[in-house]
């Protein structure tokens, strides 16, 4: 059995729907909660589902699991709480990265391209171990993610027990089905999305910055779909090991995605410009671009999808049909 914690989230049940499709029987760790986000499971639902705190007593059990992929925490990048997004983001990583050292488990982990804080240039965003003491996030999102990426690596350098296979993958901008129990969270496709498809035009946060042009604000939006394939990879290589990104590798614009946008939906490229709320001012990354060098040389061959390819599937595809979950 396959444990995803988070596994009715969003990466997490895109996951849990591959995984299905393979015949895998699976264990989610979620809350499924009084909204509609039990339908990003509607359609591959998991052998069982367990609630977060029930975790802990289930694995004392010691049960037959075969690897964790562990998607679940609190991904706000607007979080204050800091006390819960330690004991969610942190600490319970650290009993699971332990559990799976202890039992002979794999782990594959969530961290986040918000460990990088405000690089601003493609050189910057290299996962290279070496360089985490050298980064500093800007939230406390990015924070609690990077203390994990710190805590196992400090741990391998002492020789101390680890999972016979563990990756934690930088995740970068991901957009896709299954986003939409995210609140302010979802994507910014999902977002500009909604406002063409009312009739408006596609809103953009102007620049807080004077050598950024209002638009020219640029991040690596990945699709969904290619984050799962790198995941279903290292499951199926089980001999691979280490932290690397995991995006397009290729950075573009606000102003891209807003057009890409439009034209998904055949509506006209209408782009208005808003001024930043203060929540956002000195905790915005103007610039993500996953260098993708470390992946590759472990031998991931896979293509990701292009911005245009990947909103006009996620909007053609999902958002404008009936039915617009995985």
């Given at each position: 059995?396959?444990?995803?914690?988070?596994?009715?989230?969003?990466?997490?049940?895109?996951?849990?729907?591959?995984?299905?499709?393979?015949?895998?029987?699976?264990?989610?760790?979620?809350?499924?909660?009084?909204?509609?986000?039990?339908?990003?499971?509607?359609?591959?639902?998991?052998?069982?589902?367990?609630?977060?705190?029930?975790?802990?007593?289930?694995?004392?059990?010691?049960?037959?699991?075969?690897?964790?992929?562990?998607?679940?925490?609190?991904?706000?990048?607007?979080?204050?709480?800091?006390?819960?997004?330690?004991?969610?983001?942190?600490?319970?990583?650290?009993?699971?990265?332990?559990?799976?050292?202890?039992?002979?488990?794999?782990?594959?982990?969530?961290?986040?391209?918000?460990?990088?804080?405000?690089?601003?240039?493609?050189?910057?965003?290299?996962?290279?171990?070496?360089?985490?003491?050298?980064?500093?996030?800007?939230?406390?999102?990015?924070?609690?993610?990077?203390?994990?990426?710190?805590?196992?690596?400090?741990?391998?350098?002492?020789?101390?027990?680890?999972?016979?296979?563990?990756?934690?993958?930088?995740?970068?901008?991901?957009?896709?089905?299954?986003?939409?129990?995210?609140?302010?969270?979802?994507?910014?496709?999902?977002?500009?999305?909604?406002?063409?498809?009312?009739?408006?035009?596609?809103?953009?946060?102007?620049?807080?910055?004077?050598?950024?042009?209002?638009?020219?604000?640029?991040?690596?939006?990945?699709?969904?779909?290619?984050?799962?394939?790198?995941?279903?990879?290292?499951?199926?290589?089980?001999?691979?090991?280490?932290?690397?990104?995991?995006?397009?590798?290729?950075?573009?614009?606000?102003?891209?995605?807003?057009?890409?946008?439009?034209?998904?939906?055949?509506?006209?490229?209408?782009?208005?410009?808003?001024?930043?709320?203060?929540?956002?001012?000195?905790?915005?990354?103007?610039y993500t671009q996953a260098d993708l060098t470390r992946?590759?040389?472990?031998?991931?061959?896979?293509?990701?999808?292009?911005?245009?390819?990947?909103?006009?599937?996620?909007?053609?595809?999902?958002?404008?049909?009936?039915?617009?979950?995985?």
């Open positions: 059995m396959i444990i995803i914690t988070g596994g009715a989230g969003f990466i997490g049940s895109c996951l849990q729907a591959a995984l299905a499709q393979r015949g895998l029987d699976t264990l989610v760790v979620d809350w499924l909660g009084s909204d509609l986000k039990w339908r990003n499971l509607g359609q591959h639902a998991p052998a069982r589902i367990i609630a977060p705190e029930e975790l802990d007593a289930f694995l004392e059990t010691r049960p037959d699991i075969d690897a964790v992929f562990h998607m679940g925490a609190i991904s706000e990048t607007t979080a204050r709480d800091a006390d819960l997004v330690w004991r969610t983001n942190v600490a319970l990583s650290q009993r699971l990265w332990e559990w799976c050292a202890q039992n002979d488990t794999r782990f594959i982990y969530a961290s986040s391209a918000a460990t990088y804080g405000a690089a601003d240039k493609p050189d910057l965003f290299v996962d290279d171990p070496s360089r985490l003491n050298t980064l500093e996030p800007l939230n406390l999102y990015g924070w609690s993610k990077h203390v994990f990426d710190q805590h196992v690596m400090a741990g391998l350098k002492q020789g101390k027990s680890k999972p016979p296979q563990w990756a934690g993958l930088k995740f970068f901008n991901v957009y896709g089905p299954n986003e939409y129990h995210k609140g302010k969270m979802i994507s910014v496709v999902k977002v500009k999305y909604d406002e063409v498809r009312a009739g408006k035009p596609a809103r953009l946060f102007r620049s807080d910055r004077p050598d950024i042009a209002d638009g020219a604000q640029a991040r690596d939006f990945v699709w969904v779909g290619d984050v799962v394939d790198v995941m279903l990879w290292l499951y199926d290589n089980p001999t691979v090991s280490g932290l690397f990104n995991c995006g397009s590798g290729t950075a573009r614009t606000y102003l891209d995605l807003a057009h890409a946008v439009c034209d998904a939906a055949g509506a006209p490229r209408q782009v208005e410009f808003i001024d930043m709320p203060d929540s956002l001012r000195g905790q915005y990354q103007s992946l590759r040389a472990a031998g991931y061959t896979g293509a990701f999808t292009s911005l245009e390819d990947g909103i006009r599937q996620y909007v053609q595809t999902y958002l404008a049909t009936e039915n617009p979950y995985l």
